[in-house]
Antibody, heavy 118, light 108 residues
């Protein structure tokens, strides 16, 4: 098992685009069989699945956010990137990347607290 | 969309058994996973595929799944088990990950 390290801004302004990166160490994403999801958690609330990209480039999106999300896997950099456009205050929360070769999430990034405020 | 329903809170005395339910339409036909999240911490997978424990998870944590309800059972509850617990499935019909709303376990 490898480790997942997240990077991205802590603060974005309304209408701006959020880009979060999840970098894998100790495991190669190339032909790994891994499925990598992004999950968020508003302050004091529960977990919400956002999107998933698989090792074979299949992509899946939360229907309600589909028009605002893009997930991609860059095997050359061993990274998974989430882009969320048109950010608004309701998008404030902790964002996690999480991975496994199954339908559960047994490897998690450290989380990135993103605040949306002008 | 597929919905998972958990009680917001469960309270239990130390040494007793806590049961946390996760309701969903025919959830017994799906693989249910459970996570423990301590305050300010990253969620940790504690039960996968209804009843399997990942390496390092104590035997006190067990799961079951049948009909419209999956259950996480914590035996001999300890103060350190106080946390939020989430159930999760992958809904193959919509190709979505789905989490329950979470249950806060309080050890009295």
């Amino acid at each position: 098992q490898g480790t997942l390290k997240q990077s991205g801004p802590a603060l974005v302004k309304p209408t701006q685009t959020l880009t979060l990166t999840c970098t894998f160490s100790g495991i190669s994403l190339h032909k790994s069989g891994l499925r990598v999801s992004w999950i968020r958690q508003p302050p004091g609330k529960g977990l919400e699945w956002l999107a998933r990209v698989d090792w074979d480039d299949d992509e899946f999106y939360r229907t309600s956010l589909k028009t605002r999300l893009t997930i991609s896997m860059d095997t050359s950099k061993n990274q998974v990137v989430l882009i969320m456009t048109n950010m608004e205050p309701a998008d404030t929360g902790t964002y996690y990347c999480a991975a496994s070769r199954d339908t559960f999430f047994n490897q998690w990034g450290q989380g990135t607290l993103v605040s949306v405020s002008s | 969309s597929y919905v998972l329903t958990q009680p917001p809170s469960v309270s239990v005395a130390p040494g007793k058994t806590a049961s946390i339910t996760c309701g969903g339409n025919n959830i017994g036909t799906k693989s249910v996973h459970w996570y423990q999240q301590m305050p300010g911490q990253v969620p940790v997978l504690i039960v996968q595929d209804d009843r399997d424990r990942p390496s390092g998870i104590p035997e006190r944590f067990s799961g079951s799944n049948s009909g419209n309800t999956a259950t996480l059972t914590i035996s001999r509850v300890e103060a350190g088990d106080e946390a939020d617990y989430y159930c999760q499935v992958w809904d193959s019909r919509t190709e979505h990950g789905v989490f329950g709303g979470g249950t806060k376990l309080t050890v009295l």
